[in-house]
């Protein structure tokens, strides 16, 4: 049997190949080759040429024909219309972005996606609200009109390894430099994320049982979600550190920004159910293990200041100006005057908690 994956070299790749090769395939990858990964063993061949340019991809597959494609990378509209005739089965990678609201939170009412969003959900319906989003959804449209047979992946934000653009640096680099850790809302924001082998293992299944998932898209991510202030903690344990966590309002925790995604902290929550029951996805490494595994990559892989990754984060590390805007929060907090209630609320009569209301009787 032989496998292309078009990529291959990503964060997820040299899982999904190295799955690819216990499966018996012969397995080639297509990617520039501007850099290669260690994990993906020497008898993978490799197709050297620009995915992105459609007379560069048609002529370096010259009239060569797979038993199973992966898109991962490139430009997966064009890929399809390429592949259709060379491929026995095509597998595509794309993003969560295609939901409406996923972008664009305030195009529905009442205001954030619903949660959790399951594959049937309302897509972008127009450019005009959301170009990227819109997009996505056309490329969608093409996969299926090349390949009726295809099974597609909206993938979430992921991490590990590798990544390009790795959300958790932003902490990693703040942790390293013994700087305090700004969150907006106490860092209740729940985004769903996958770790780079959940996020391989899912085009894996697909691959194990073709007749469950012909035709279908499926949500991509790990089962269980981290808020970001547990993303925080897990990142200052794995490196042995404390930092001062400072919670602000969203309007305020202007640092925070590159860890949100957005400009908002709706919840970003997608619903698994399909992909458990038809494909059996049960998360190989927890979000915990993974976050701490990107942690320890990141501490030690550093990128260098004001890098490609930092400049995709977006991420200036103006530490001046968060000291600025730190002592400004703590000199508000202290000036908030202590409000006397005639009768303070308490948190009802069922919570039992930290803080609630003691017995007032004995235990007997």
Known sequence: MKALVIGGTGPSGHFIVNGLLRRGYHVAILHTGRHEVKEIPDAVEHIHTDPFSDGALTEALGNRTFDLTVAAYGRLRRIAEIMAGRTGRFISIGGAPAYRGYMNPAVLNPTGMPIPTPEDSPLVPVEEEDPKGWRVVKTEQSVFEHHP?????????????YQLAPREWSIVRRILDRRPIIIPDDGLTLNHAAYVENAAHTILLAVDRPEAASGQIYNCGDERLLTLRQV??????????????????????IPARPLISQPWTTHRVLDMTKLKTQLGYSDVVPPERGIAITAAWLRDHPHEPGDA????????????????????????????????????????TTYSGPGGKARTTPWS
Do not use: N
């Not at 404390?242 to 305020?252: A, L, T, V």
């Open 232 to 253: 925080v903690e897990i990142i200052a344990d794995t490196l042995d550190a404390k930092p001062e966590i400072i919670s602000m309002p969203w309007q305020f925790a």
């Open 149 to 161: 047979r295809a099974t597609h992946f909206r993938y979430p934000l992921l991490y590990g390894p």
């Open 309 to 348: 990754a930092e400049k995709i984060l977006q991420d200036p590390f103006d530490y001046r100006a968060e000291d600025e805007l730190i002592a400004a929060w703590k000199r508000l907090c202290a000036a908030m005057p202590q409000v006397k209630f005639e009768s303070e609320p308490g948190y009802t």
